[in-house]
């Protein structure tokens, strides 16, 4: 398919769901303002809009199916993640170690599982950027004191050592041998090529095949990084077979504990299950559902029951013990590294994930959700931030149509303005920076388009397939 057909596609369908936030949030409002047969009317025209967007969304995503490129998707796919994989697979095997150009990082970034995970892939692309070895110091690790080995493949076979010739720290020389990294927040020079940067010599391809390439390219990081132990396999297998695992199923994530009131707002569960009703609603549409599904996963154990008891109809799948060893704060020992591994795993596995993309938890299972489907970029719903790497650059969008503000909370737009998006508000607009204008402030989303930046890394040139 074209670039222009792929991107009208996925124009076409985030419009229809932006039209619709658009109409719902002012319907919602609406219906307080008016009384009577006017709220009745309301409501009425509520669940008919509700019904052709669903309508709409479904033929939009069938178009995808019908439209002759699905098998050229699920190839493209294919082949640009073993390219990928092949070049970390070269990356990190160095045919003499003593020799190789490293980059080592320390796997003790005071913080969870999740934010552990964005440590090491952050590691990893400056890695891959400046074609150095991978060494991940992980011994004595706050999740597994034997280090990542003990879950995951290391992430070489033949060259795990620090040391070398000459040692510095971050930024170094071309020439020294072993190079040590800050974390994210305190990288200085700041390189180019942290995210959302993706590599130009890969991007003309991802923009035809992702709606989000920037995730995508995350995903394939973590692909290489969580290849599992044959223990931690079977482990992931046997709690598939206790649970019952089965599709469909809508992974919902529901982050309590210490995250609300400090780095997160509160949300009840009903805030999640609209949207899992939504997913299921949708579905029905084209397939006959015999039973709905979700996997929970959670730090409040007592959701558990308050979902059985609110949603009967609902199969709700997970582990009560595993929210349990996340919340009373044993989040740092062994056996919460396998709740929260299995979490994660069985999230990225669900059909549809509903969630706040202000956890870290969360964004790592869509990331990985990512490098399983040629485009999951749109089977989500976060209930606050958009998608987001900690310790971004920026999110651009660039205006395709100008915009006139209307009061003072909105912002000009000409075509061809940049914008440094701070949120999507869900209901039709999203804020920003306008770089032309500088002025802060809303704008109508279905008139602008992301636009992606793009930075040099190795090419790696000798990596064929
Ligand atoms: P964030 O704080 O939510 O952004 O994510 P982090 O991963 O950095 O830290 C949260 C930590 O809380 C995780 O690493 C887990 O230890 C625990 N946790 C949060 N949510 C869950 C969950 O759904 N399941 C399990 N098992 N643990 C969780």
Redesign the pocket.
């Known amino acids: 398919p074209s670039e222009e057909y792929e991107l009208l596609r996925r124009r076409i369908f985030s419009n229809t769901k932006e039209l619709w936030y658009y109409m719902n949030s002012e319907l919602q409002s609406l219906n307080k303002e008016v009384v009577g047969d006017g709220a009745k009317h309301v409501g009425k025209i509520k669940k008919i809009v509700g019904e052709h967007y669903r309508s709409l969304l479904k033929d939009i995503a069938n178009l995808a199916e019908v439209d002759g490129h699905s098998s050229w998707r699920i190839q493209e796919n294919k082949d640009l993640s073993n390219l990928i994989q092949e070049r970390l697979k070269h990356l990190q095997n160095p045919s003499d170690c003593s020799k190789a150009r490293k980059l080592v990082c320390d796997l003790n970034k005071g913080?969870?599982?999740?934010?552990q995970l964005h440590h090491v892939v952050y590691c990893f692309i400056v890695a891959y950027a400046t074609e150095r070895t991978l060494i991940l110091r992980s011994k004595g690790w706050r999740y597994s004191k034997g280090g990542w080995q003990d879950v995951f493949l290391p992430l070489s076979d033949t060259c795990l050592l620090p040391n070398g010739e000459t040692t510095n720290r971050w930024p170094g020389h071309k020439n020294t041998q072993v190079i040590t990294l800050p974390i994210i927040d305190s990288i200085n020079p700041r390189p180019p090529f942290l995210p959302l940067a993706l590599p130009e010599d890969l991007v003309p391809r991802l923009n035809v095949l992702h709606g989000d390439p920037v995730v995508w390219w995350i995903g394939q990081f973590l692909k290489y990084m969580l290849r599992p132990q044959p223990a931690t396999s079977n482990k992931l297998d046997e709690y598939a077979k206790k649970v019952k695992f089965q599709k469909p199923i809508v992974g919902v994530?529901i982050?309590r504990t210490d995250?609300v009131g400090t780095e997160a707002a509160f949300h009840k569960l009903e805030e999640y299950m609209v949207h899992v009703e939504l997913y299921y609603k949708h579905k029905e549409l084209s397939d006959k559902i015999i039973k709905k599904r979700v996997y929970l996963?959670?730090?409040e154990p007592k959701l558990f029951s308050e979902a059985k008891d609110k949603y009967p109809d609902y199969e709700i799948i997970g582990d009560v013990d595993?929210?349990k060893?996340?919340s009373i704060s044993k989040?740092y020992s062994d056996q919460?590294l396998s709740?929260?591994i299995t979490?994660i795993h069985f999230l990225s596995l669900s059909d549809y994930l509903v969630c706040t993309f202000?956890?870290?938890?969360c964004r790592v299972a869509y990331e990985i959700m990512n490098s399983l489907h040629p485009d999951a970029s749109n089977l989500y719903t976060s209930l606050d931030d958009i998608y987001y790497y900690g310790g971004q650059k920026r999110r651009l969008h660039e205006a395709i149509l100008p915009h006139f503000a209307d009061g003072p909370q909105e912002m000009d737009l000409q075509v061809g303005d940049e914008i440094a998006v701070a949120g999507n508000h869900w209901n039709g607009f999203s804020k920003g920076i306008n770089l032309r204008t500088k002025k802060s402030g809303l704008y109508p989303t279905f008139k602008v388009s992301p636009k992606i930046e793009t930075a040099r890394f190795a090419s790696y040139p000798d990596v064929t397939l």
């Open positions: 913080c969870g599982y999740g934010c994530h982050r995250k996963a959670t730090d595993i929210s060893t996340a989040r919460s709740g929260i979490d202000s956890s870290q938890v």
